[in-house]
């Protein structure tokens, strides 16, 4: 492993459990969201899809599943009944909507079809305990729903917790709010202008305007500029009233600009949150960019900080997460992922940079395990499975080998001890 067991003796970042994939180059672990506890028992679940997984040998229906957090045992599964729908490419736990008082999953299918037989996507919340559905929606107007997912807080003030889910298109894209208890759309966000692929990313940010609603950004990383270029965007809305607040563009169109977005702390003293926008070198076919992140002001827009990959190719900003206060600083630090980082020879073992983000200084790096890896593809906080109140981070290693299946993929559960 890249990290020792925390059975072992010792300081610093240990991997607490391990959940394999099954599937032959099934990818667990595209996109996952923070465990929860699903079974009642007191501990935090691991849910996550395998995207991949076929059926009928050829069909790519995918899967999603959720394992026991105190045990790693295998809670609930379910095979996608889309064909090449990618079932499972996000799995997201929720707070209880069934009101059985256990989280519940909401699970996208970004390629099924639908109305027409078209590509709209579909995404569907269901209860691990039961197994049904609690709702299922689907849109008639867009592709790709479903494609990214976050969770909006409380947006209509039903006690329920609600879910952005962007619906990216080549030419634009959408983000709804969907209603967590019945999945109807509360509201939906559209670009004024210049919108190719807007709703690849989406992200909550604290209430920026005021209005006691948590707000939100938006990536589109194929966005063009007022000149036509397709350098990618990110944009910020005000989730109550859906006025767009701040755009940024890129600058290169082999860098995927807004490919990855997301709210960090205050860094500039102004009590309001700032964004964090990510041109990670997606469109780079040759490898040559570096990858870049670039932090703005969530209040004025302004430019805050520019950091770069160290290793051309490495898709260095495919994950941003705001984690835990590392430093002791008072603020929370930043793991920043590149999972196509060469490590020793081997390509795509992947990192994870964990960045202070009051100083900019880089506090440690976490690696793959070998090879092909694609460690920090994603990454989401996690509660500390032993209850202290340590750091702790699920990570995904989306293409790890598991035994002879290629590209099965793993996700680790790391804990910081004795900080």
């Not at 799995?91 to 909507?97: G, K, L, Q, T, Y």
């Not at 209860?127 to 494609?147: R, V, Y």
């Not at 790890?400 to 290629?406: A, S, T």
Request: with cysteine; charged share 25%.
């Amino acid at each position: 492993m890249g990290a020792p067991p925390c059975s072992a003796s010792g300081d610093g970042w240990c991997v607490a459990r391990r959940v394999s994939g099954t599937e032959y180059r099934g990818e667990l672990g595209f996109r996952f969201g923070a465990p929860l506890d699903v079974d009642g028992d007191g501990h935090a679940d691991i849910a996550a899809g395998t995207r991949f997984k076929l059926q009928q040998k050829v069909l790519q229906n995918g899967s999603a599943s959720v394992w026991s957090g105190a045990t790693g045992d295998l809670i609930r599964s379910w095979d996608g009944e889309w064909a090449e729908a990618l079932f499972g490419h996000w799995v997201m736990p929720v707070p209880d909507i069934s009101g059985d008082g256990l989280a519940d999953l909401v699970i996208a299918a970004p390629h099924a079809r639908v109305t027409g037989g078209r590509i709209r996507g579909i995404v569907v919340a269901r209860s691990p305990k039961t197994g049904e559905d609690i709702w299922k929606h689907e849109e008639n107007e867009t592709e790709n729903l479903g494609w990214d997912m976050a969770l909006a807080g409380d947006q209509d003030g039903d006690g329920r917790v609600d879910l952005f889910v962007g619906a990216p298109a080549e030419d634009t894209g959408r983000v709804y709010v969907l209603n967590g208890k019945d999945g109807s759309v509360l509201r939906t966000y559209a670009p004024r202008e210049r919108g190719g692929s807007f709703g690849w990313y989406v992200a909550r940010v604290d209430d920026l305007d005021g209005d006691g609603r948590a707000d939100l950004a938006v990536g589109g990383p194929v966005a063009a500029d007022a000149d036509g270029t397709m350098v990618g965007g990110a944009w910020l809305f005000s989730s109550a009233t859906g006025k767009e607040l701040h755009r940024w563009d890129g600058t290169d169109r082999r860098g995927g600009f807004g490919g990855v977005v997301a709210a960090i702390p205050d860094i500039d003293g102004d009590g309001k949150p700032e964004i964090a926008v990510a041109a990670p070198g997606t469109e780079d076919q040759t490898r040559t960019l570096p990858g870049e992140l670039r932090i703005y002001s969530g209040a004025t827009g302004a430019e805050l900080r520019h950091w770069s990959g160290k290793q051309p190719g490495e898709l260095y900003g495919r994950m941003i997460l705001a984690v835990a206060d590392l430093d002791g600083d008072g603020v929370d630090d930043l793991a920043i992922g590149a999972p196509w980082y060469r490590r020793d020879g081997d390509d795509k073992v992947g990192r994870l940079e964990l960045r202070s983000t009051r100083t900019g200084e880089v506090l440690t790096e976490l690696f793959g395990d070998g090879v092909d890896c694609w460690f920090g593809w994603h990454v989401t906080r996690a509660p500390d499975p032993d209850g202290h109140g340590r750091p702790a981070l699920l990570i995904g290693s989306l293409r790890h080998p598991v035994g002879d299946k290629v590209a099965a993929g793993v996700l680790d559960l790391y804990v910081l001890r004795g900080r």
